[in-house]
């Protein structure tokens, strides 16, 4: 704990877990760093797959660039575009988003709708981003996503289609849309 004054959503509470949830607790903003993890970069991308109106996800893009979460790149000129790309900052949330959706699914009979493995060995992580086999915290860039048994096989949008295919956190998808 620290000195620092608090917001006032949080005004009474001296804690590193609600200053924590001063920038990410927000309705869609951990789901938003979550498609960013999985590879997601472009605005349309994030709007066709989370679903979010548009002002609120442009806003949560906005706050997280400012709390230096993501960042923006341009990927293209003329039309000028850009992406949102996930920081170290950004990075460093991967251990509470995995634990988040383990507390979900063990507690609330979540289905298993992906499952994180070490690329180099295809060990299924354990439940602190370990490799079992390894012995190691498995680096972000490292954890190869696979579909699970309660992934739908056939989604509607191309954002889902693309996170069918079994690939490394971070890797951008490919959705065949420009
Ligand atoms: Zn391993």
Redesign the pocket.
């Known amino acids: 704990m620290d000195a620092m004054p608090l917001g006032k959503d949080y005004a009474r509470q001296e804690c590193s877990i609600a200053r924590a949830l001063e920038i990410v607790g927000e309705r869609w903003t951990l789901l938003v760093v979550r498609d960013a993890l999985y590879g997601v970069r472009r605005y349309n991308d994030f709007l066709i797959h989370l679903g979010a109106p548009r002002a609120v996800l442009a806003a949560r893009l906005q706050a997280l660039i400012a709390e230096g979460i993501l960042e923006k790149r341009r990927y293209q000129q003329s039309p000028p575009r850009d992406e949102y790309v996930v920081t170290q900052r950004g990075l460093a949330l991967w251990p509470t988003l995995r634990s988040l959706g383990l507390w979900g699914r063990e507690h609330f009979g979540e289905a298993k709708l992906r499952i994180f493995q070490?690329a180099?060995?295809g060990?299924e992580l354990g439940p602190y981003g370990e490799?079992p086999?390894?012995g190691t915290v498995?680096p972000v860039p490292d954890v190869l996503m696979v579909p699970g048994p309660g992934l739908d096989p056939d989604p509607a949008d191309p954002v889902s289609r693309a996170l069918l295919k079994p690939k490394r956190l971070l890797e951008p998808i490919e959705t065949g849309q420009g």
């Open positions: 070490h180099d060995c060990t490799c086999t390894c498995v």
